[in-house]
């Protein structure tokens, strides 16, 4: 059975620092995409981040570039999101998400989702 579980959410000023965890396990690693996705209030659900967990391929959404850092850690079937100079339009729910063999930035595309953790920035 498929798990993700996110962690490391909160409430921080803005300029300042998160870590976001999602602990996998179910998965056949070597074959998925891990993406963080996030859902602001009253807009759509978008794109952050992913990494292949084989090559550790990395892409980000522009609004997040230079400021997010995507990494995972093997041994601990882990993938954490590192958010640097965060901003108050960062805050949202975020998920991570899985998705086998295909490299994709589309929500919809992806099977398997965690529970989400709330990060509020405030100015």
């Known amino acids: 059975q498929v798990q993700l579980v996110e962690s490391g959410g909160g409430l921080v000023q803005a300029g300042g620092s998160l870590r976001l965890s999602c602990a996998a396990s179910?998965?056949?690693?070597?074959?998925?995409?891990i993406a963080w996705f996030r859902h602001p209030p009253g807009m759509e659900r978008e794109f952050v981040a992913l990494?292949?967990?084989?090559?550790?391929?990395?892409d980000y959404a522009d609004a997040v570039k230079g400021r997010f850092t995507i990494s995972r850690n093997n041994a601990k079937n882990t993938v954490y999101l590192q958010m640097n100079s965060l901003k108050p339009e960062d805050t949202a729910i975020y998920y991570c998400a899985a998705k086998a063999y295909v490299l994709t930035t589309r929500p919809r595309d992806y099977d398997y989702w965690g529970q989400g953790t709330q990060v509020t920035v405030s100015s």
């Open positions: 179910g998965l056949p690693f070597g074959s998925y995409t």
């Open positions: 990494i292949t967990w084989s090559s550790g391929s990395t």
